[in-house]
């Protein structure tokens, strides 16, 4: 009804489905590319705060904890595989090498997969309305 109102309704763009994915990626919402996805570092936007575009309803459940779990435990035991087999760190240089590389990035990768999984959430709720 506001959006109609204010003509805010002809914003609406129709990004195709990998630039949706790519601007939820990085954290921006996946209709305009412009608003921010998230009010805080993984709390989502109601709805946009450009374009008005809404995020309700649209909840990643454990779908972004799985995927950064899954990248972060390649990216990890590849590390500890090279560090192993070059056999020139101890056990205790090892693990101060790869904790704080393991916890890194599971904090920078989750809001980037939340972002992802809500684009996609997103991208598969618009779709029987269009
Ligand atoms: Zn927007």
Not at 57 to 76: H, N, S, Y
Not at 116 to 124: G, S
Request: proline letters at 5%; a positive charge; aromatic letters at 8%.
């Amino acid at each position: 009804m506001l959006i109609a109102a204010t003509g805010l309704a002809s914003m609406k763009s129709d990004p195709s489905s990998g630039l949706s994915l790519l601007r939820g990626l990085t954290r921006k919402c996946p209709n305009c590319g412009v608003g921010k996805l998230f009010a805080s570092y993984l709390k989502p936007r109601d709805s946009c705060e450009h374009c008005q575009e809404s995020f309700m309803g649209l909840d990643a459940d454990d779908g972004p904890a799985w995927l950064t779990v899954g990248a972060v435990t390649l990216t990890v035991v590849s590390l500890l595989f090279i560090l192993e087999t070059s056999g020139r760190f101890s056990y205790a240089v090892e693990m101060a090498i790869v904790l704080p590389i393991t916890i890194a990035l599971a904090l920078l990768l989750l809001p980037l997969t939340k972002g992802f999984f809500i684009a996609a959430l997103w991208l598969l709720s618009r779709k029987p309305s269009s």
